[in-house]
Structures are given as C-alpha cells and as structure tokens.
C-alpha cells in the first residue's frame, strides 16, 4: 500500500536550517508530483510547495519563498524539504502528500508528519 514516512523534524532556534525528508512506496514515485504541506495550531493545513515527476516545475508558498527549497530523488523514492531562515512562524506539522491514481481512483495521501519547532 501507498506509504509517506516523513523525517528530520526537531527544535531550532529562529535563522537555524533543517532537511526534511519523506521515504515512498507503494507506488511508482518517479511518475507523480509531491508536495510538502504544512499545519501550525489552531491553523488550517496549506500547501508549502510541490515539485513535478521530472522536477521541471516547482512552485513555493509566498511564505517562504527564498528560504525553502524542494528537491526529490526519483532513484531513491524520495522527496525533500531544505529549510533555511526558519522563523518562529514556521512551526508546524510539516507533512508530505502525494495524489495517487490506482485504477480508475485517485486517493490523496499524507505521511503522519514531523513537528518542526522554531524558537530559542
């Protein structure tokens, strides 16, 4: 079945980095765009950025654009978050999420995400 495991959440201080990685399978990761979403308390869930099958677009949050880069790694089913002068209005559940057609369905999926906490 369809699995996103997210990782490389944790603490840092306000200008700190952090890499964020979410592992694949169950499907054919090389065929699909994947996004990184995000969800902070008490807020709704949006969408940070996402990245085609081929990685030949990619489109950021205005958030964080100029500080987050997306990447993927099609051989090794995985997808990547860099996250570089974080602000304490980053923190949130940062969760992957992939929409996958099986059959005649699409399903959308999310990993169980990973809490990323901005402050000193």
């Known amino acids: 079945q369809v699995r996103l495991v997210e990782s490389g959440g944790g603490l840092v201080p306000p200008g700190g980095s952090l890499r964020l990685s979410c592992l694949a399978s169950?499907?054919?990761?090389?065929?699909?765009?994947m996004s990184w979403y995000r969800q902070a308390p008490g807020k709704e869930r949006e969408e940070v950025a996402h990245i085609t099958s081929a990685s030949d677009y990619i489109r950021y949050a205005e958030s964080v654009k100029g500080r987050f880069t997306i990447s993927r790694d099609n051989a090794k089913s995985t997808l990547y978050l860099q996250m570089n002068s974080l602000e304490p209005e980053d923190t949130a559940v940062y969760y992957c999420h992939a929409l996958v057609q099986i059959d005649e369905t699409v399903t959308s999926y999310y990993g169980q995400g990973t809490q990323v906490t901005v402050s000193s």
């Open positions: 169950g499907f054919t990761f090389s065929a699909y765009l």
